[in-house]
């Protein structure tokens, strides 16, 4: 494959090489022709001295927020990446250096049409957070009401948009000269990575997703989500609510005290639960920086650019899936991921059951500290793609996100079992939706269907009974094709009874070589001569028979 001479490219190729040879990738290097940006000897020996899981997230923070962020998207994927190596990348800070408030100010003004005075009655220069693709500023509009403004960095669309165009070149030569690209199919996971990180870069997004996870949640007063300004929203702006609170991994002993931490965690836990299995939509990021205690006690939930949208087939299998793991039924657990998951050439079910069944049996041995209902389904996701499965992207990021939860439960009430809330908001939930299968709309659908069919049901019934009447009805079965199974039996003694005719010719005419006889064909018993003549022409008219009229089963098949 040729790679673009671009003098910025080629170091991009140099450094995506590079991480690649670095963590052990050598034959993707060779096979994909990428060794060619690696000129120097001393660069390839460093590479291959085998980077460690710790390492990577260096290495990814220093290839700039592109790769931070697909490394953050990365340890969702248990099933392209091992356990220290998912672990390493979920400890990926997305924090870099701010950008100047000069620039700020001026993308700030650009997009909103005003000048900055204009639009607030204050605007803190220093930013109260800075990460890969954007900082946010604490801010005051002219009616004195305390905002937080996100704003993009600069250019980061057009860095992005490089960064992407030289991983899909790298991405379509793996995919078409390696083993492990033809597998796993490298751009169509690069693809799903673009579409996630873009819409994310999208501030409107960001926006509605608020509005309807603000929406979903209004069962819970305990959870708040800040509420945007929309006419101070852009693409790359993003103005809402300011919620001041203490990240949940550091709250301090005294505001331990005076906050029921028990009853916060099971309030979370089934938050997230009611919109995985009930809502179809959930934030996918409740990372420790993106959760906070407010001062009356209740949670914040922040940064929705990551969420995650299920059909409500999936959502069905996943309660089946979530339920089975709490109640340890691993083959169960098994059949559910494989419905899940799509199946390839070498799936192997019988060992992917045992390794599910053993899986979810560690898991119900474990003691509470080890009881993390994300670990086990991001090892399901793992496991799965080891035998054969590629599974749904959606079970991948749900795992994470679970993972996450599990934590922040745990940091919120060390002692927080999820299995009890598991089993009983999980029976809530299933009622919640076999009622919703109830719904107006969902039995006017049913009455349709019904009515529909009692209109065709008559003319169809009264089709079969003249079929029966005529004699023309017939019913195929699927099974082993009686006559072509006699057919080929007698085919079989036919030959038989030639080969022992050809057997008998041959041996009759040695026999007839040694009886001496005044009539001779070339000097030999002409008797004897003729039986090897008919013998050798029975013997090519077996063999053509053989390699002309007899058909393939799968060529008869096709023609009949």
Not at 276 to 287: E, S
Not at 362 to 376: A, F, L
Not at 410 to 426: M, S
Not at 435 to 458: A, C, E, G, N
């Amino acid at each position: 494959m040729t790679f673009s001479l671009k003098p910025q490219r080629l170091k991009r190729y140099r450094d995506i090489a590079w991480l690649i040879l670095k963590y052990g990738r050598q034959n993707i290097i060779q096979a994909s022709n990428l060794d060619q940006v690696l000129l120097e000897e001393s660069v390839k020996r460093d590479a291959l001295s085998q980077g460690k899981p710790e390492q990577l997230t260096h290495d990814l923070e220093a290839l700039g927020p592109t790769f931070i962020k697909l490394g953050q998207i990365l340890s969702t994927r248990a099933d392209l990446l091992t356990q220290p190596y998912i672990d390493a990348l979920s400890r990926l800070q997305d924090k870099v250096e701010p950008f100047s408030f000069e620039e700020a100010k001026e993308i700030v003004s650009r997009e909103l049409g005003v000048r900055l005075s204009k639009a607030f009655k204050e605007f803190s220069p220093r930013p109260i957070a800075a990460a890969s693709l954007g900082q946010v500023h604490f801010a005051r509009l002219r009616d004195g009401r305390p905002v937080a403004v996100k704003v993009q960095r600069p250019r980061i669309r057009q860095i992005i948009l490089d960064d992407f165009d030289a991983l899909d070149e790298i991405a379509g030569s793996v995919d078409q000269y390696t083993e492990i690209g033809r597998q796993y199919v490298f751009r169509d996971i690069l693809d799903n990575f673009r579409r996630t990180l873009f819409r994310e870069l999208d501030y409107r997004q960001e926006a509605e997703n608020q509005l309807t996870l603000s929406r979903n949640l209004a069962g819970y007063p305990n959870i708040v989500v800040p509420t945007p300004i929309g006419d101070y929203t852009t693409s790359r702006v993003l103005t809402m609510d300011f919620i001041r609170g203490t990240k949940a991994t550091a709250m301090p002993p005294m505001m331990r005290l005076r906050h029921n931490t028990l009853m916060l965690a099971e309030t979370l836990f089934k938050a997230y639960l009611d919109q995985v299995l009930m809502d179809g939509f959930f934030h996918a990021d409740p990372h420790p920086g993106n959760v906070l205690i407010t001062p009356d006690g209740r949670i914040a939930l922040l940064d929705f650019g990551m969420v995650a949208t299920l059909d409500p087939r999936i959502q069905d299998n996943l309660l089946k899936l979530i339920l089975a793991i709490a109640d340890g039924r691993g083959h169960d657990a098994a059949q559910i991921c494989t419905i899940l998951g799509r199946r390839l050439e070498h799936f192997d079910e019988a060992y992917f059951t045992r390794g599910v069944a053993d899986i979810i049996g560690h898991y119900q041995s474990s003691n509470t500290e080890q009881c993390q209902e994300g670990r086990v389904m991001m090892e399901l996701t793992r496991l799965a793609a080891e035998h054969g499965i590629r599974p749904a992207p959606e079970l991948a990021l749900l795992g994470k996100t679970l993972f996450n939860l599990d934590l922040m439960t745990r940091k919120l009430e060390p002692g927080f079992d999820p299995a009890p809330v598991l089993r009983q908001h999980g029976e809530v939930l299933m009622r919640k939706r076999m009622m919703k299968t109830l719904s107006p709309s969902s039995l006017m659908v049913s009455m349709i269907d019904s009515h529909k069919l009692s209109q065709q049901l008559p003319d169809r019934i009264n089709m079969l009974l003249e079929s029966l009447t005529r004699k023309e009805f017939e019913l195929r079965v699927n099974a082993f094709d009686e006559q072509s199974l006699i057919s080929s039996l007698q085919k079989i003694a036919n030959r038989i009874a030639m080969a022992l005719v050809l057997a008998a010719l041959i041996v009759g005419a040695a026999m007839m070589m040694e009886v001496e006889s005044t009539l001779t064909l070339w000097g030999y018993p002409a008797v004897g001569i003729v039986m090897f003549i008919m013998a050798a022409g029975m013997g090519f008219g077996l063999v053509f028979s053989i390699l002309l009229k007899d058909r393939p089963l799968s060529r008869r098949r096709k023609r009949s």
